[in-house]
């Protein structure tokens, strides 16, 4: 859904190279599995094929569109719910208080260094 | 709000091409000192209630940046090869220009920065070269950055500090997990990690409330003020004077001058599209280091055929990039650098050019976030599937990274520059951008040493995974430094060390374009130092009827 969306709207300038990609992809796929199409196959048959393409300037803006519509804000038609940011631990907030994480909360100060102590250098 | 808004028949005092970390300066301190002043701004006016999360429309659709479509640009390598069409040089076009979208890293630059060809000698192949001013100059309007834009940070942190008169007017912002792993590991290998300083209000301050550590610094505008852009901080304060108008949405494509080759105005195009003229006393551009060098290169006249102020040919030479490197690191346990200021801690052990390292350059290491998840999850990392379970499970350590980046010298390469692209032309017709550049050797040598050092610093600080992203060749920056450098010599130079240009005395410049050399790669805190300290002797110059 944010891919038909995004190639409709921001980014139709891809949409025609995305277009004839994923066509010569499917006619590729159906070719050497007896014309059974990519989206019917089995997990092993896709992920073996996508390891024959994963090269290719296609795959590149697949990849690119997917990761894009799975972490973009959900508003854009991806991330339902927020589903890829919880994948990835983010937590969509406008606010945050210290600490941030594990490591700040054990930091017990800044000590300064002895040459600095007695003020700057010139 | 007392803003002012001249008539088209109005002859200002100044007009002031550009509302960014300069212009705001400009703006601010000219007409406090009782001058009439216009400001330019190509771009819209936004609020703090107009920015938003949205790393798709901030990052990939240009959502406050100069765009592909009708700001077009060309780039090419070298002067051998045809440029092609492509968006090099990015900065914000809105009021308040690039000081709205950055990450307000705000190192003063050290005494080293200015003599640096004093010390080490000439560089063969580059126009490396002192500037005319030292940092002692220069100090005084540091602090006034601090003080009066706002910086945050710890005086005395350092033994590499330079000579400062005064301590930061504010607490440094509170350290994140990322911080402190790179102030563990750099402290086991004997180095000096501090607190960085920041243009973000870690307290409120001046009228504007605290962060709120949302996390969104880098390449957004900031939804609380806390960021001290030119937006929040010299342009309320510029518009109080009731002698300062920020016209947006109107965009200056010509200065013009007279027989006597002074400036007598600037030549726009309106928010409606319509060409305008507004005549002023004198014109100063702070338009960055990419719109500088184009603008008076697209204001050639019989009177100056090769662009107006430069006779010297140095308009748009000497591009300034700013190398860097950038390791990823992943720990056992969660850092969220999601959250609050991209960067807490920063190490200048390396800062200074050292010879027996075979090579120029010297450069900072800063502990930072390594971006927000969309970018993060797009860069792809040595070895990392980049699909499938394998990459699900990369995505899941999100949590647990940060990136420890090189910030690093460019050398000054007289072929590196901004020029007129022969054909292309921008939404309103006025001749694009070309940007010529290749990195100089050494500069993607220091960007390397920093990757080990950081590498190094990651591995003292127990990371479980470290990867160092590939070092290469820049085709494009946010850092826009160097095309109209500043020096007493008319002919090696544009402006004078009182941002004067040599050719045209009623015309200044302030921006990343008056640098000499890049500084070590935060340039923001030092193009408003210019700024203050520019505006300081054209105030004082104008009021005793020099210009």
């Not at chain 1, 296609?58 to 339902?80: A, D, E, H, I, K």
């Not at chain 2, 000579?163 to 790179?182: A, C, I, T, W």
């Not at chain 2, 965009?251 to 726009?268: C, E, K, L």
């Not at chain 2, 070895?383 to 949590?399: I, Q």
Request: aromatic share 10%; charged share 20%; with cysteine.
């Amino acid at each position: 859904m944010f891919i038909d969306r995004a190639l409709a709207t921001f980014f139709a300038e891809q949409s025609k190279a995305f277009r004839t990609g994923l066509n010569d992809a499917q006619k590729k796929f159906s070719a050497a599995h007896g014309g059974k199409a990519f989206a019917a196959a089995s997990v092993e048959d896709q992920n073996a094929f996508m390891h024959t393409i994963d090269e290719s300037e296609f795959f590149t803006q697949l990849r690119f569109l997917t990761v894009v519509g799975l972490l973009s804000s959900p508003m854009y038609g991806g991330n339902y719910g927020g589903a890829g940011w919880k994948v990835m631990g983010f937590v969509d907030q406008h606010a945050f208080a210290p600490p941030f994480g594990y490591y700040d909360k054990q930091y017990t100060g800044f000590k300064p260094y002895p040459k600095a102590a007695t003020g700057a250098k010139s | 709000m007392t803003a002012r808004t001249f008539k088209s028949s109005d002859t200002l005092d100044f007009i002031v091409v550009g509302s960014g970390a300069a212009g705001g300066v400009m703006a601010r301190e000219l007409s406090q000192s009782g001058f009439d002043v216009l400001v330019f701004e190509q771009g819209p006016r936004l609020g703090a209630g107009d920015f938003e999360h949205d790393e798709l429309k901030y990052s990939m659709l240009d959502g406050i940046v100069n765009k592909s479509d009708r700001n077009p640009q060309t780039f090419r390598k070298t002067p051998a090869d045809v440029a092609k069409k492509r968006k090099a040089l990015t900065y914000a076009r809105i009021v308040g220009g690039s000081s709205t979208h950055f990450t307000a890293n705000y190192w003063r630059f050290h005494d080293v920065d200015f003599n640096e060809r004093s010390r080490l000698g000439s560089i063969a192949g580059t126009g490396f070269a002192d500037w005319p001013i030292t940092y002692a100059e220069l100090e005084p309007y540091y602090t006034k950055v601090e003080w009066e834009v706002g910086v945050s940070g710890l005086a005395g942190a350092t033994p590499f500090e330079p000579q400062r008169s005064k301590p930061y007017p504010m607490p440094p912002m509170p350290v994140k997990s990322s911080g402190v792993l790179l102030e563990q590991g750099a402290r086991k290998l004997g180095l000096h990690p501090f607190p960085a300083p920041m243009a973000i209000a870690s307290q409120p301050f001046r009228g504007r409330p605290g962060c709120v550590h949302c996390g969104f610094c880098m390449g957004f505008g900031c939804e609380v003020m806390a960021k001290s852009s030119s937006l929040y901080t010299m342009i309320p304060e510029a518009e109080a004077t009731g002698r300062c108008e920020i016209r947006s949405e109107s965009y200056v494509f010509h200065i013009d001058t007279n027989a006597a080759g002074r400036a007598t105005g600037v030549r726009y195009y309106d928010r409606d599209g319509k060409e305008q003229f507004q005549k002023a006393r004198a014109v100063v551009v702070c338009a960055n280091g990419a719109e500088t060098p184009r603008l008076l290169l697209n204001s050639s006249s019989s009177k100056f055929p090769n662009g107006l102020a430069n006779s010297s040919g140095m308009v748009g030479q000497h591009l300034m990039f700013n190398q860097g490197s950038r390791v990823d690191a992943v720990f056992e346990h969660e850092l969220n650098e999601y959250k609050s200021a991209q960067v807490t801690r920063i190490v200048h052990d390396f800062y200074d050019s050292d010879p027996k390292r075979g090579f120029y350059g010297g450069g900072g290491i800063d502990a930072r976030i390594g971006p927000q998840p969309t970018n993060w999850a797009l860069m792809e990392r040595p070895g990392v599937p980049r699909w499938g379970e394998g990459f699900k499970a990369h995505l899941e350590t999100f949590p647990r990274a940060m990136t420890a980046s090189g910030h690093a010298t460019s050398l000054p390469v007289p072929t590196n520059r901004v020029d007129i692209d022969p054909e292309l032309k921008d939404a309103w017709g006025v001749p694009a951008i070309r940007t010529t550049y290749r990195d100089h050797p050494d500069d993607l040598k220091i960007a390397k040493f920093l990757q080990d050092r950081a590498a190094e610093i990651m591995e003292a600080a127990g990371a479980q995974q470290i990867w160092r992203m590939p070092v290469s060749e820049r085709a494009g920056s946010v850092h826009l430094l160097g095309t109209c450098r500043m020096g007493n010599d008319p002919k090696t130079s544009v402006i004078d060390k009182h941002h004067r240009t040599h050719d045209v005395p009623n015309l200044f410049l302030c921006d990343g374009s008056s640098f000499v050399t890049s500084g070590r790669g935060q340039p923001t805190m030092t193009i408003q130092a210019l700024a203050f300290r520019a505006a300081d002797h054209i105030g004082q110059m104008a009021k005793r009827n020099e210009i």
